[in-house]
């Protein structure tokens, strides 16, 4: 087998919360499924498979502080992938954690979620139920609007190379409004290569605002979210790659039930080196479902930027509204984006749509600005402020939307 | 008035028109594909050595080969030691005049409504019709000819013209290329070759029609347009195919150059049988269309109608290499019953100021499925290039399906792109309007299919748009006039 499997089934694991037949059968899957490269159609523009062939270390986890913080009574930090209880803290009233290090029975944790949980649709999944020894369930009270979101940190400092899997389960009961906002940010470079996996259930009546802020030095990740959407639930989403080396983000949506509402929302912003890729799919299986897909890029150096959205509406999803757009702008002459929104559609009662355009900033905008005494530096600015703006009005949070002007701000000096 | 059900209960049941059978006698090559198959096609050929030994790395090649999974279709893989390679009629075609022509051939011809010598006199098309695999008729080649115009079956101008075939053959198609092109290159039977010489402008549409007639033959067609510097041409493809139980394989290469100032335009009309109401039979479509902009200023525009075949699988593709160079694509695919059609283009942009414009409707009836599958690509040099993609996708019926998979690649902060697709049924509205103006269901239906498609079928050539709109007609009768 590859280093890295060796190195997983090396480690102890603590996780109760998943059987034993469960993990040996995602072990069995893991070997069975091809490796992330090229030719596999959904890892087209990101060959991952180098990561299976490095010498991984067991690491300690110190402390260290991150870049950005937001302040919330709700908490909880992961350093190098494992939970740090004592930096963690929260409303007993609204949240109930379980760590997946307890068995799930003996939590009376509906084993329909841990099912539910076994995500095998890739390699990098499959060793995440193998082997994921960190994370915790939450879970947000029915009929309760939390008063604070829940932070999720995700610190990372390792100087040595390892891996590590982390799952969490997010459960909003029935009614529940609550808002996660998960923040990736380290401040030296970190030679982790992290695997997270959350699945997040959408009960009746809830909805989630979630948004993923990902600035962070140096750092390979694959971050997967699978999302379960019940009868009249809303999920939305906000991702911003802002900083990184390798990220791939993975966000599955799943409509269970009737008359769900998904909103995915999106900025990626690569310079130097770095390569981000989305890959999205919402599954339309049941009827009037509503999704609003809306990403924008930006790529400068030699940046790659990777958008693939796709909606796949099954037999009998009648009355379903689903559009996507992705627009992006390339900066320099060696910057690549790759676009590929798709449709897929096996119902005729549906109204959806894509668009993608994939350009650079108007000269003429440009030159306009510049004639009225704006510098170019300025005027560029202004611009791709005005090409993000729709993007960022939709953040809730006015601290995390200043940061994400910033942070662009910053890259396009 | 008629409900949906009923009108898509009609349409199903329409069945194929062109579905006969004509009884020419045919040679046929024992079933099977190995390297002897190969050296006797060419042998039958009388194939000069180049060609056999071109063959030979194909078939070599090939056997390395997988067949290709990532198309969004069902299929089972053909088997390909249980078909032959190779067709001809016995009356080895050789006439002067079209009254030798075997009478069967000619009655399959006007049942088609490709009447030759009415063609000749009436519409001015040079026709070079292909029966199973080899010319039978070869019009207006003299006049042609006056003009330095060739314009001939592809085995002629193997020992013609074998500089141009040495050449061009699999320059911009390599036999490396894909599984089926690779196939195609060892076995193919024939095909048509046009070259347009400098600074001239071909006075007709050269048009060819193919046909498959052998029981369990493969047609393994090629095609060959070089257009010389300022040169244009217009040239026509168009198919039917009779009715069969098993399905028959269909791989056939093309492949266009244009040099400087030089412009191709090229038409498509596929109305191969597409398989009875359980999706049994019907032809298998697995082709490889290619062009290449290679001087500046040159254009290449792909026009089709896809209403046939049971599989369709064909990206007609345009490599931009010239500056300022531009290319068209404007396509119609209808799928019905259990038809299965993944297509869709290649523009890949490497001239500065290259231009491309991609236009695809696809309309699916009964349990068939249609995907549009496109790429995009902007190199690094090509600064300034420019793109723009519309596939939108038409709904008739709960059980169909309709996909869209666009890869657009940019590595260039100069290049624009721009893609939209939208995918819906007949709105009701649009419906209720039209009878609200004494407009029946059926003609409603039809108005607005018609209106769908109306941008596509304007790019047709007129003596294909009339056909075009016949086979439309075809493939959705019942709801559609």
Same mark, same amino acid.
């Given at each position: 087998?590859?280093?890295?499997?060796?190195?997983?089934?090396?480690?102890?694991?603590?996780?109760?919360?998943?059987?034993?037949?469960?993990?040996?059968?995602?072990?069995?899957?893991?070997?069975?499924?091809?490796?992330?490269?090229?030719?596999?159609?959904?890892?087209?523009?990101?060959?991952?498979?180098?990561?299976?062939?490095?010498?991984?270390?067991?690491?300690?986890?110190?402390?260290?502080?991150?870049?950005?913080?937001?302040?919330?009574?709700?908490?909880?930090?992961?350093?190098?992938?494992?939970?740090?209880?004592?930096?963690?803290?929260?409303?007993?009233?609204?949240?109930?954690?379980?760590?997946?290090?307890?068995?799930?029975?003996?939590?009376?944790?509906?084993?329909?979620?841990?099912?539910?949980?076994?995500?095998?649709?890739?390699?990098?999944?499959?060793?995440?139920?193998?082997?994921?020894?960190?994370?915790?369930?939450?879970?947000?009270?029915?009929?309760?609007?939390?008063?604070?979101?829940?932070?999720?940190?995700?610190?990372?400092?390792?100087?040595?190379?390892?891996?590590?899997?982390?799952?969490?389960?997010?459960?909003?009961?029935?009614?529940?409004?609550?808002?996660?906002?998960?923040? #990736?940010?380290?401040?030296?470079?970190?030679?982790?290569?992290?695997?997270?996996?959350?699945?997040?259930?959408?009960?009746?009546?809830?909805?989630?605002?979630?948004?993923?802020?990902?600035?962070?030095?140096?750092?390979?990740?694959?971050?997967? #979210?699978?999302?379960?959407?019940?009868?009249?639930?809303?999920?939305?989403?906000?991702?911003?790659?802002?900083?990184?080396?390798?990220?791939?983000?993975?966000?599955?949506?799943?409509?269970?039930?009737?008359?769900?509402?998904?909103?995915?929302?999106?900025?990626?912003?690569?310079?130097?080196?770095?390569?981000?890729?989305?890959?999205?799919?919402?599954?339309?299986?049941?009827?009037?479902?509503?999704?609003?897909?809306?990403?924008?890029?930006?790529?400068?150096?030699?940046?790659?930027?990777?958008?693939?959205?796709?909606?796949?509406?099954?037999?009998?999803?009648?009355?379903?509204?689903?559009?996507?757009?992705?627009?992006?702008?390339?900066?320099?002459?060696?910057?690549?984006?790759?676009?590929?929104?798709?449709?897929?559609?096996?119902?005729?009662?549906?109204?959806?749509?894509?668009?993608?355009?994939?350009?650079?900033?108007?000269?003429?905008?440009?030159?306009?600005?510049?004639?009225?005494?704006?510098?170019?530096?300025?005027?560029?600015?202004?611009?791709?402020?005005?090409?993000?703006?729709?993007?960022?009005?939709?953040?809730?949070?006015?601290?995390?939307?200043?940061?994400?002007?910033?942070?662009?701000?910053?890259?396009?000096? | 008035?008629?409900?949906?059900?009923?009108?898509?209960?009609?349409?199903?049941?329409?069945?194929?028109?062109?579905?006969?059978?004509?009884?020419?006698?045919?040679?046929?090559?024992?079933?099977?594909?190995?390297?002897?198959?190969?050296?006797?096609?060419?042998?039958?050929?009388?194939?000069?050595?180049?060609?056999?030994?071109?063959?030979?790395?194909?078939?070599?090649?090939?056997?390395?080969?997988?067949?290709?999974?990532?198309?969004?279709?069902?299929?089972?893989?053909?088997?390909?030691?249980?078909? $032959?390679?190779?067709?001809?009629?016995?009356?080895?075609?050789?006439?002067?005049?079209?009254?030798?022509?075997?009478?069967?051939?000619?009655?399959?011809?006007?049942?088609?409504?490709?009447?030759?010598?009415?063609?000749?006199?009436?519409?001015?098309?040079?026709?070079?019709?292909?029966?199973?695999?080899?010319?039978?008729?070869?019009?207006?080649?003299?006049?042609?000819?006056?003009?330095?115009?060739?314009?001939?079956?592809?085995?002629?101008?193997?020992?013609?013209?074998?500089?141009?075939?040495? /050449?061009?053959?699999?320059?911009?198609?390599?036999?490396?290329?894909?599984?089926?092109?690779?196939?195609?290159?060892?076995?193919?039977?024939?095909?048509?070759?046009?070259?347009?010489?400098?600074? &001239?402008?071909?006075?007709?549409?050269?048009? &060819?029609?193919?046909?498959?007639?052998?029981?369990?033959?493969?047609?393994?067609?090629? &095609?060959?347009?070089?257009?010389?510097?300022?040169?244009? %041409?217009?040239?026509?493809?168009?198919?039917?195919?009779?009715?069969?139980?098993?399905?028959?394989?269909?791989?056939? %290469? %093309?492949?266009?150059?244009?040099?400087?100032?030089?412009?191709?335009?090229?038409?498509?009309?596929?109305?191969?049988?597409?398989?009875?109401?359980?999706?049994?039979?019907?032809?298998?479509?697995?082709?490889?269309?290619?062009?290449?902009?290679?001087?500046?200023?040159?254009?290449?525009?792909?026009?089709?109608?896809?209403?046939? $075949?049971?599989?369709?699988?064909?990206?007609?593709?345009?490599?931009?290499?010239?500056? /300022?160079?531009?290319?068209?694509?404007? $396509?119609?695919?209808?799928?019905?019953?259990?038809?299965?059609?993944?297509?869709?283009?290649?523009?890949?942009?490497?001239?500065?100021?290259?231009?491309?414009?991609?236009?695809?409707?696809?309309?699916?009836?009964?349990?068939?499925?249609?995907?549009?599958?496109?790429?995009?690509?902007?190199?690094?040099?090509?600064?300034?290039?420019?793109?723009?993609?519309?596939?939108?996708?038409?709904?008739?019926?709960?059980?169909?399906?309709?996909?869209?998979?666009?890869?657009?690649?940019?590595?260039? /902060?100069?290049?624009?792109?721009?893609?939209?697709?939208?995918?819906?049924?007949?709105?009701?509205?649009?419906?209720?309007?039209? /009878?609200?103006?004494?407009?029946?269901?059926?003609?409603?239906?039809?108005?607005?299919?018609?209106?769908?498609?109306?941008?596509?079928?304007?790019?047709?050539?007129?003596?294909?748009?009339?056909?075009?709109?016949?086979?439309?007609?075809?493939?959705?009768?019942?709801?559609?006039?």
């Amino acid at each position: 087998m590859d280093s890295l499997y060796n190195f997983l089934i090396s480690k102890k694991s603590e996780n109760l919360a998943f059987s034993s037949t469960i993990r040996e059968n995602a072990i069995e899957t893991y070997k069975k499924l091809p490796l992330p490269v090229k030719k596999q159609e959904d890892w087209k523009y990101s060959d991952l498979s180098n990561l299976f062939d490095i010498e991984y270390n067991e690491v300690a986890n110190n402390f260290e502080t991150n870049l950005f913080k937001i302040e919330s009574k709700n908490k909880l930090v992961f350093i190098n992938g494992c939970l740090k209880s004592e930096l963690s803290n929260f409303n007993n009233k609204d949240i109930e954690i379980i760590p997946i290090s307890e068995n799930a029975v003996a939590t009376n944790l509906s084993i329909e979620y841990i099912n539910k949980s076994n995500n095998l649709d890739n390699k990098f999944s499959a060793l995440n139920t193998a082997f994921a020894n960190n994370g915790v369930i939450i879970k947000f009270k029915k009929n309760n609007a939390l008063s604070e979101p829940l932070v999720i940190e995700y610190i990372n400092n390792s100087k040595v190379a390892t891996f590590e899997n982390t799952k969490n389960i997010i459960i909003a009961e029935e009614g529940s409004v609550s808002e996660v906002i998960e923040i #990736h940010s380290n401040k030296d470079l970190c030679m982790l290569t992290s695997n997270i996996v959350t699945n997040i259930f959408v009960n009746e009546n809830a909805s989630i605002d979630y948004t993923i802020l990902q600035t962070e030095k140096e750092c390979v990740k694959i971050n997967s #979210h699978y999302v379960h959407q019940y009868k009249n639930s809303k999920f939305t989403a906000h991702t911003f790659q802002l900083d990184g080396n390798l990220i791939r983000n993975n966000l599955i949506i799943n409509h269970e039930n009737t008359h769900c509402e998904t909103s995915l929302n999106g900025i990626f912003f690569p310079i130097a080196n770095q390569h981000f890729d989305n890959f999205t799919i919402v599954n339309h299986t049941n009827e009037h479902c509503t999704t609003n897909e809306n990403y924008r890029g930006l790529a400068n150096d030699s940046g790659v930027g990777i958008f693939t959205g796709k909606i796949f509406v099954a037999k009998g999803a009648q009355k379903t509204l689903a559009q996507q757009s992705n627009k992006n702008i390339v900066l320099s002459n060696k910057a690549k984006i790759h676009s590929k929104p798709q449709l897929e559609i096996y119902a005729d009662d549906v109204s959806c749509s894509h668009g993608s355009t994939t350009g650079q900033i108007d000269k003429d905008a440009l030159f306009y600005c510049q004639s009225r005494g704006i510098s170019k530096q300025d005027a560029l600015k202004l611009l791709i402020n005005a090409f993000l703006v729709t993007n960022i009005r939709l953040i809730k949070h006015k601290e995390i939307a200043t940061f994400v002007e910033e942070k662009i701000n910053l890259k396009l000096a | 008035m008629n409900t949906d059900q009923d009108i898509i209960q009609e349409i199903q049941n329409t069945d194929y028109k062109y579905g006969f059978t004509s009884d020419i006698e045919t040679d046929i090559i024992a079933p099977g594909l190995n390297e002897d198959i190969v050296r006797q096609i060419s042998k039958m050929k009388n194939e000069p050595e180049f060609m056999l030994e071109w063959r030979l790395k194909a078939f070599e090649h090939w056997k390395t080969m997988e067949h290709p999974k990532w198309a969004n279709i069902n299929m089972e893989i053909p088997h390909f030691q249980d078909i $032959s390679y190779y067709a001809q009629p016995r009356n080895k075609p050789k006439y002067d005049s079209l009254d030798e022509v075997d009478p069967e051939i000619l009655k399959t011809f006007q049942k088609l409504g490709i009447p030759l010598e009415e063609q000749k006199i009436l519409a001015g098309v040079a026709v070079d019709a292909v029966i199973d695999s080899v010319s039978i008729h070869t019009s207006f080649k003299s006049q042609l000819k006056e003009m330095g115009i060739i314009f001939c079956s592809f085995s002629e101008a193997v020992h013609e013209y074998p500089e141009l075939i040495k /050449n061009y053959l699999g320059s911009v198609v390599p036999y490396t290329d894909n599984f089926y092109a690779c196939l195609n290159s060892a076995v193919f039977s024939d095909g048509s070759f046009v070259y347009i010489p400098k600074n &001239t402008r071909c006075p007709m549409e050269l048009s &060819t029609y193919f046909r498959i007639n052998a029981t369990n033959t493969g047609q393994f067609e090629r &095609t060959l347009i070089i257009a010389e510097e300022g040169s244009y %041409v217009s040239y026509l493809e168009g198919c039917t195919a009779p009715m069969r139980d098993e399905n028959q394989l269909h791989a056939a %290469v %093309v492949e266009l150059i244009t040099l400087n100032n030089a412009e191709i335009k090229y038409s498509t009309v596929q109305n191969w049988y597409p398989g009875d109401k359980e999706g049994k039979g019907g032809i298998y479509n697995f082709v490889t269309k290619r062009g290449i902009c290679k001087g500046n200023n040159s254009k290449i525009s792909w026009t089709q109608i896809e209403t046939g $075949s049971a599989l369709t699988w064909k990206y007609p593709s345009t490599i931009l290499k010239g500056d /300022n160079s531009s290319s068209e694509f404007y $396509s119609v695919a209808v799928t019905n019953n259990h038809q299965q059609a993944d297509t869709g283009t290649k523009m890949i942009h490497i001239g500065k100021n290259t231009k491309s414009t991609i236009v695809s409707k696809g309309i699916s009836l009964g349990k068939s499925n249609n995907s549009y599958r496109g790429l995009v690509r902007m190199a690094k040099t090509a600064e300034n290039a420019r793109n723009f993609s519309q596939c939108d996708s038409l709904l008739i019926g709960s059980q169909c399906g309709a996909h869209t998979f666009p890869y657009i690649d940019v590595q260039n /902060n100069t290049a624009i792109v721009e893609h939209e697709a939208t995918t819906s049924k007949i709105a009701d509205d649009q419906i209720f309007y039209c /009878n609200q103006r004494g407009i029946s269901k059926e003609d409603a239906i039809s108005l607005i299919v018609n209106g769908f498609a109306k941008e596509v079928l304007n790019k047709l050539p007129m003596e294909f748009a009339i056909e075009a709109q016949k086979l439309l007609a075809i493939s959705m009768e019942g709801s559609v006039g």
